[in-house]
């Protein structure tokens, strides 16, 4: 049963334009989210994170919404460039980021030049 | 480099074998978490410990078991290997028992049983 969800696999954009990333949750526990972002033969990175008492976060390029009532989060990355391809994971954790996280199952950006 | 030092980098041994995953987590960070992530799937959650004691239990098998030692570092036992255990083993740390400002992921281990 998975309670985060990246039903995209894959997404290609152009440099340039805006990349989307969605994801979505079941656990209604879930108060806080993160997105990872990970290039082959390395460990995930930390991207940005949201918590449930916000509905945006933004930094830089990069801008996280969540929609609690939907139970979906998206990852706006504007504009996109070729190093911001890699995969980007979406994460989530209950009791204010006291349980450990739960990860979806990535979605591969390619963003071509 | 992360600060989180995960070794071995590769192994690859034969079914029904035992290995040692070792993590030394990032100066100051007490807790350590395990993750597996096996082709096409996620990061999914194994063990979690915080200054030397057992905090949080995911989806273990009863064949995997880890600790932490006085100095933090975090070794992960995996026992009676199958073929399925093939996966890349991923270790991280934060200062505290929770989030605090996400976790700091070493580079993996990636195993691969034959």
């Known amino acids: 049963d998975q309670q985060v969800k990246q039903n995209s696999p894959s997404l290609s954009v152009q440099e340039g334009r805006i990349s989307i990333l969605n994801c979505d949750y079941t656990n209604s526990m879930f108060d806080y989210f993160l997105w990872y972002k990970k290039y082959p033969a390395e460990g995930p990175t930390f991207l940005i994170s949201?918590?449930?008492?916000?509905d945006k976060n933004e930094d830089g390029r990069f801008t996280v919404f969540l929609n609690k009532s939907a139970k979906h989060l998206s990852l706006h990355i504007v504009p996109s460039q070729p190093g911001d391809s890699a995969v980007y994971f979406c994460a989530a954790s209950g009791l204010s980021g006291n349980t450990p996280l739960v990860f979806g199952k990535g979605t591969r950006l390619s963003v071509i030049a | 480099d992360s600060g989180v030092t995960q070794t071995p980098k590769h192994l690859i041994t034969a079914t029904g074998q035992r290995v040692t995953l070792r993590c030394s987590p990032r100066s100051g960070d007490l807790s350590v978490y395990w993750y597996q992530q096996s082709l096409d799937q996620g990061l999914q959650f194994l063990i979690q410990?915080?200054?030397?004691?057992?905090?949080a239990k995911g989806n273990i098998l009863e064949r995997f078991s880890a600790q932490q030692f006085p100095d933090l570092h975090s070794e992960l036992n995996l026992s009676s290997l199958e073929l399925g255990d093939s996966a890349l083993y991923f270790c991280?740390?934060?200062?505290?028992?929770?989030?605090?400002?996400?976790?700091?992921f070493g580079s993996g281990t990636r195993l691969t049983v034959v």
């Open positions: 991280a740390s934060t200062g505290g028992p929770g989030l605090n400002y996400g976790y700091t």
């Open positions: 949201i918590s449930s008492i916000k």
């Open positions: 410990y915080y200054n030397g004691e057992e905090r």
